[in-house]
């Protein structure tokens, strides 16, 4: 059988309820059901409603993962600058070859143009996902910039094709 609600569960109620205690964490603490806590509090004219709390964190929260995400896409952004800007800066390519497999290295005035497609593609991603996080404001989306990038690998892809057919002219030499 039950045990009777007593005076002295109305004033541990009454108190611990005053201390901002749950009503969950009443219970444990008297040894009753939420159940029977809720009917106490009631009839005390008390409410464990936590409305305007649970309101206040749940925007903090929305408003620091919007911060949060705003940081990535400006970093996410600053990523495909650097790669992009990796499309016409020298570099050095190394490769083990021969029968000795040795390691031989070529500087070039530019990356391969397959290194250019790959490097546009990362760049491509990182936009592209930063856009994701934090839309383009007035209007601008991803596929305005992915339109933007496809021009640019098509203009690549000209410029290659431009190479290779002055290497043939050339009897094999490409010029740089």
């Not at 569960?9 to 009753?32: F, P, S, T, Y």
């Not at 009917?39 to 929260?61: D, H, M, N, Q």
């Not at 856009?131 to 404001?137: G, H, N, T």
């Amino acid at each position: 059988m039950a045990r009777l609600i007593d005076d002295r569960d109305r004033a541990q109620v009454r108190r611990l309820h005053a201390e901002g205690k749950a009503r969950n964490e009443i219970a444990r603490a008297m040894g009753r059901s939420p159940s029977t806590v809720s009917k106490i509090a009631a009839a005390l004219g008390l409410s464990f409603e936590r409305g305007p709390e649970v309101v206040a964190a749940t925007e903090a929260r929305r408003i620091d993962l919007a911060a949060r995400r705003a940081q990535l896409a400006d970093q996410l952004h600053t990523d495909a600058e650097r790669l992009r800007a990796q499309l016409w800066e020298a570099c050095t390519v190394g490769a083990f070859g021969g029968k000795d497999n040795v390691w031989s290295e070529t500087h070039l005035d530019r990356p391969t143009f397959g290194d250019q497609r790959q490097i546009l593609a990362a760049a491509g991603t990182a936009i592209e996902k930063s856009l994701k996080l934090a839309p383009a404001e007035g209007g601008e989306d991803a596929a305005q910039v992915r339109s933007m990038l496809g021009a640019l690998g098509e203009a690549l892809t000209r410029a290659a094709d431009d190479e290779d057919e002055d290497a043939d002219e050339d009897g094999g030499a490409a010029g740089g």
